[in-house]
């Protein structure tokens, strides 16, 4: 008996089932995150930023309930893709207002964006851990440009940092997706899952800015 293959086969099986499991709840996330965004679309600042909070509340509890509670940790991450839609809703809601074609450009640019990066993180053989602590590290840099151009005001700043944020989140999107590839426990699914569809959602809002931009 070839143990080598009998080893392999099972694994595969795991991966495949693994994958198919977070890309599942990153679809079922979407679509919560969707409606949360249409019935957010009339709310004022104030709640927009309470919802924000809860998601990410939602989001912090979720590390510490993937070990022991799969079900408790899926039900907080559809409420951490509810709670940021009806945070972004109003956001959304100003840019179809304004410039309808440029969220479906968004929508369209962002999932090739996932595609392609995604394809590539999971199917690369190359360690990509320095890329994601390069981009952990831009990531945090970026806020910090962000909260200075509250400040102070420069040309052509929100296409730099649209630019920057998509730059970056290259890099946490291809190493978030070879570490779907590389983990064996179906129980990180909804963690996984919530990595990959805050990457899209990031992606999905530099985009909206660019292409927001234009008019």
């Known amino acids: 008996m070839d143990f080598s293959t009998a080893y ?6 795991q991966a495949r089932t693994l ?8 679809a079922i996330t979407t679509a919560v995150f969707t409606l949360g965004v249409y019935a957010g679309r009339d709310l004022s600042v104030g709640w927009s930023i309470a919802w924000f909070i809860l998601g990410f509340v939602c989001l912090i509890a979720m590390n510490f309930t993937v070990r022991s509670s799969g079900g408790t940790s899926t039900a907080l991450l559809l409420g951490v893709g509810l709670f940021l839609g009806l945070g972004i809703g109003p956001t959304v809601a100003y840019y179809t207002a304004t410039s309808p074609q440029a969220v479906w450009q968004a929508a369209g640019a962002t999932a090739l964006f996932m595609a392609g990066c995604g394809a590539f ?3 690369t053989r190359r360690d990509l851990s320095a890329v994601g602590r390069i981009s952990f ?16 005001q420069i040309p052509g700043a929100d296409l730099i940092y649209s630019i920057l944020g998509l730059v970056i989140f290259a890099g946490l999107t291809m190493y978030d997706f070879q570490r779907l590839r ?10 996984i899952a919530a990595s990959i569809f805050l990457d899209a959602l990031n992606v999905f809002l530099f985009f909206l800015r660019i292409f927001g931009g234009r008019d």
């Not at 392999?8 to 099986?13: C, E, I, L, Y």
């Not at 590290?137 to 102070?152: H, P, S, T």
């Open 137 to 152: 590290w831009g990531l945090l840099g970026l806020i910090i440009f962000g909260i200075i151009l509250i400040f102070v």
């Open 182 to 191: 590389r983990t064996k426990g179906l129980e990180s699914a909804p963690i």
């Open 121 to 123: 993180g999971y199917a």
């Open 19 to 26: 994958f198919g499991r977070v890309m599942g709840l990153v």
């Open 8 to 13: 392999v086969a099972p694994a595969r099986d």
